[in-house]
């Protein structure tokens, strides 16, 4: 196992061994913000696998904050299953007090490494769809709101209410200009499929926001819209707001043309699993993240 950040060569690599295990697996092994990372962006730790010369795993690790512990997402190459490496890799990056490993899909093999390591779940993320066919229900806009989308002005805003509603979140959490700007970079922003909830009387102060994203085709799934981020201000929870956005975007993802429309929970938000339900969500996989007992 090597600590250090990957050359130019290892990262396609790298990037080859992430596609081909999405084709294979039907799931993508890191998320986009790992993915991100692989860029060397952050003060993120890298571990590569190597075997010949050529990367055959690798392994990203955010590190702990004040809110969130260590955590590490990882693929090994399909060529190079069945060899230990992705014990390996886990055995070595949950070296941390807390330290967890993301397990996307929550695979068999994946289950498999972590009955050998002897770990257990610490954190379930859910991951619920719906398909387009399905009728979506009309929303009831709260009197004295207005939904409108996405202008360039709203980024504060949308920091303030980012932050406040998921400062228990150790991702979503602690946001700055740099996220919202990396993210308005990427070739899937559409100012269009950002929806934004103010007063009538102010259209500048926001109390909640519907960010909405279009994943391109992938492995076995075709191209998918996402309900990417919901974010409510603290302060107007109780209003409905939530499902008024929600709506909002996963009308804008249907009239696109999309088959279907995905998005992530908590497990154990029983509140908002309850609430995606009734808008017609089920549940689709599980990203499970394991630690040592």
């Not at 075997?51 to 904050?65: H, K, Q, W």
């Not at 009728?135 to 709260?142: N, Q, S, V």
């Not at 804008?252 to 908590?266: K, M, Q, S, T």
């Amino acid at each position: 196992m090597a600590d250090r950040r990957p050359t130019d060569d290892e990262r396609a690599a790298i990037r080859d061994a992430i596609g081909r295990a999405t084709a294979v697996d039907g799931t993508a092994p890191l998320s986009e913000q790992a993915v991100r990372a692989l860029d060397g962006r952050g003060d993120d730790r890298h571990v590569i696998a190597v075997r010949d010369d050529v990367p055959v795993g690798y392994a990203v690790v955010a590190p702990a904050t004040d809110s969130a512990p260590q955590i590490a997402e990882l693929v090994v190459h399909p060529d190079h299953r069945g060899h230990g490496v992705g014990t390996r890799l886990v055995d070595h990056v949950l070296d941390g007090p807390a330290a967890r490993v993301w397990a996307h899909g929550d695979l068999p093999a994946a289950q498999r490494v972590a009955e050998r390591l002897d770990l257990v779940v610490a954190r379930e993320l859910l991951q619920m769809r719906r398909p387009s066919t399905e009728a979506l229900p009309e929303p009831t806009t709260p009197e004295g709101i207005v939904v409108r989308t996405y202008r360039p002005g709203d980024d504060a805003e949308i920091l303030r209410v980012n932050n406040a509603a998921f400062s228990w979140h150790p991702e979503q959490g602690g946001w700055t200009q740099e996220d919202i700007d990396e993210r308005k970079a990427e070739s899937w922003f559409d100012p269009a499929g950002l929806f934004v909830a103010t007063p009538a009387d102010d259209d500048t102060r926001l109390l909640g926001f519907h960010w909405t994203k279009v994943h391109p085709p992938e492995g076995s799934d075709p191209a998918l819209g996402e309900v990417y981020v919901v974010g409510i201000d603290p302060a107007e929870q109780g209003r409905g707001l939530g499902r008024v956005l929600t709506l909002a975007g996963v009308r804008h993802l249907v009239d696109a043309g999309l088959p279907a429309v995905l998005l992530y929970v908590e497990a154990d938000n029983a509140a908002a699993v309850h609430t995606y339900d009734r808008l017609g969500f089920t549940r689709f996989h599980t990203d499970t993240a394991y630690a040592r007992r």
